[in-house]
């Protein structure tokens, strides 16, 4: 079945440090979602990117599809403590009428204050 | 504007004893409904989704099952829990093609 990695599994930065995630998919995707899940709280959907290529930017978070539509990163410049948390990258398998999303294994950061 | 409410917040069962987890939606309708499991620090793992009224896809053979009695409510249920059934339980909607909005989840401890 469809596998979503991502890497790396743990994250330490010091506070200011730029941290980035990277999610790798199997197979190919029709978009690519990421999610932030603070400490002890729920996901928390942040963006979906659709084309290949794509950028997007939210303040200091930027996120970037692949050009084959198979791998996605997510970057944070200049890293606070409000950062904190575990990063997912989700997607759906590129077929018509797929329901559900495949989560990644998940990035969890933490900033060294 | 949609909700999503998912309760109770915590709750610890003994071994044995019979599960029911309620998950309600607002503000849409004929959402796909989810229920995931998250143990202590991994990822989510996907027990059961539904597109529909009385439309359950199971992810993951268990002891647990999951119901869509009304078209925004979803039910998660066990009839003898596990130490293994442990575990972070959060329910999510989403309309196909947009993002999943998950509640606040219920922690759940089988002693």
């Known amino acids: 079945g469809q596998q979503v990695m991502q890497i790396p599994q743990y994250q330490h930065v010091q506070e200011g440090e730029d941290f980035t995630t990277y999610c790798n998919s199997s197979t190919t995707l029709s978009n690519i979602q990421w999610y932030k899940q603070r400490p002890g709280g729920h996901p928390v959907f942040l963006i979906q990117?659709?084309?290949?290529?794509e950028v997007k930017k939210q303040k200091r978070l930027t996120f970037q599809f692949g050009e084959a539509k198979k791998n996605s990163s997510l970057h944070i410049t200049a890293t606070q403590t409000t950062d904190v948390g575990t990063y997912f990258c989700a997607g759906y398998v590129d077929n018509f009428g797929n329901e559900k999303l495949t989560f990644g294994t998940g990035t969890r950061l933490t900033i060294i204050p | 504007s949609q909700t999503i409410h998912q309760w109770p917040a915590t709750l610890v069962q003994p071994v044995g004893s019979p599960l029911s987890l309620e998950c309600t939606v607002e503000g849409t309708s004929n959402p796909n409904l989810y229920w995931y499991r998250q143990a202590a620090g991994r990822g989510l793992q996907l027990l059961f989704y539904s597109v529909g009224i009385g439309q359950i896809s199971s992810e993951v053979p268990q002891n647990l099952s999951a119901s869509r009695p009304q078209d925004r409510q979803f039910i998660l249920s066990s009839k003898k829990l596990l130490l293994s059934d442990s575990g972070f339980y959060l329910c999510a909607w989403s309309v196909y093609g947009y993002g999943y909005t998950f509640g606040s989840g219920t922690r759940l401890t089988v002693v």
């Open positions: 990117l659709v084309k290949s290529g």
